[in-house]
């Protein structure tokens, strides 16, 4: 008869079963992860940001089917230089839950008021973690544009422009000084992604695999926003 099977050897690397607190890096990637899927959902988030700003004119430009670089240019109404940051310095674009689209966050619960295609403040700072995120914004009302690189999920760093010298500001997971300049827009708001995904490997991989089915999501779903945006807004797609 056969014999019974061997019970496990006590030196298998079987789970310690302790329980730990994952690190803020760690949940960070995960979380950041289940926001920004693909391109798709990059151009997505994107997108529906300048639409939420009252755009007339949206530029989308892919660049090596988004593996490079992915950009979204708009004329909205920008982001005026004094909202970008606290009064201790601190960056407040880009960090997570922080968004201007809510004037009473209990609306959520209760009225139910939400008129905008996104609230959660969570776009751009999943973008942070899962590419290079540069952003260039100008509002109404002031002179230059403002011009911020961020770089991983903490930090800002100089974004030169022509030798302007920037203000040092630090942002939210940094304990040293970071700069930011000013540059020349017209009113609106540009955001560049590049190199999505590039601290994730195994995604990475994924998406250089599959290019090109990445970059027919994308524009298959610019085309659903293109019919349903009011009329008389422009929306265009470059591919480089």
């Not at 730990?20 to 995960?30: D, E, F, G, N, V």
């Not at 942002?171 to 601290?199: H, K, Y």
């Not at 019919?227 to 008389?232: C, L, R």
């Amino acid at each position: 008869s056969a014999s019974a099977p061997a019970p496990p050897s006590s030196s298998s690397s079987a789970p310690s079963g302790i329980i730990k607190q994952l690190a803020k890096t760690t949940t960070r990637a995960i979380c950041s992860g289940q926001v920004i899927l693909d391109v798709s959902s990059c151009v997505k988030e994107l997108v529906e940001n300048a639409i939420d700003a009252g755009a007339s004119s949206i530029d989308v430009k892919l660049r090596d089917h988004g593996l490079t670089c992915v950009e979204v240019s708009d004329d909205g109404c920008g982001i005026a230089r004094g909202n970008l940051f606290d009064d201790d310095g601190k960056a407040k674009l880009g960090m997570r839950h922080s968004t201007s689209k809510l004037k009473d966050p209990d609306d959520v619960f209760t009225t139910g008021d939400i008129r905008t295609l996104g609230f959660r403040g969570e776009a751009l700072a999943s973008l942070r973690v899962v590419g290079q995120l540069e952003i260039l914004t100008k509002a109404e009302e002031d002179e230059v544009a403002t011009r911020l690189n961020f770089e991983g999920a903490g930090d800002l760093k100089a974004a030169g422009h022509g030798g302007t010298s920037g203000k040092n500001i630090t942002s939210e997971s940094s304990s040293s000084a970071a700069r930011e300049t000013t540059c020349a827009r017209e009113r609106g708001t540009t955001v560049r992604v590049s190199n999505l995904f590039s601290g994730m490997p195994v995604r990475r991989k994924d998406f250089e695999r599959n290019r090109r089915r990445e970059l027919t999501r994308a524009v298959s779903l610019l085309q659903q926003y293109a019919i349903i945006v009011p009329k008389g807004r422009r929306m265009r797609c470059v591919h480089y």
